[in-house]
């Protein structure tokens, strides 16, 4: 039974994924290699940091943001609005 999802055509070197399989989150990682005729394809485990050979009909594969770069700019839509501190009460 093949699992719904990204195919192995689809995927790119650097892309991000996610592989769930029964509804449960089994690996996250960055796509290092791909092999479309055999549907196969490697990841770089960002838990673990080793290398894992997928297979996309055992799992379901998805596409996800890159994890965020420590220093990056954020996006303006996820900013906290600017608010003027207000003075404390003194009795």
């Known amino acids: 039974m093949e699992a719904q999802g990204v195919r192995t055509a689809q995927l790119r070197i650097g892309d991000q994924i996610?592989?769930?399989?029964?509804?449960?989150?089994?690996?996250?990682?960055?796509?290092?290699?791909?092999?479309?005729?055999?549907?196969?394809?490697?990841?770089?485990?960002?838990?673990?940091?080793?290398?894992?050979?997928?297979?996309?009909?055992?799992?379901?594969?998805?596409?996800?943001e890159p994890p965020a770069v420590p220093g990056a700019p954020v996006k303006a839509a996820t900013q906290m609005p600017e608010t003027q501190a207000k003075p404390l009460a003194t009795a």
């Open 18 to 64: 996610e592989a769930w399989h029964r509804g449960r989150l089994f690996h996250r990682g960055r796509v290092t290699d791909v092999v479309p005729h055999l549907e196969l394809f490697w990841i770089l485990d960002a838990r673990t940091g080793t290398r894992k050979l997928l297979d996309p009909e055992a799992l379901e594969i998805r596409h996800v």
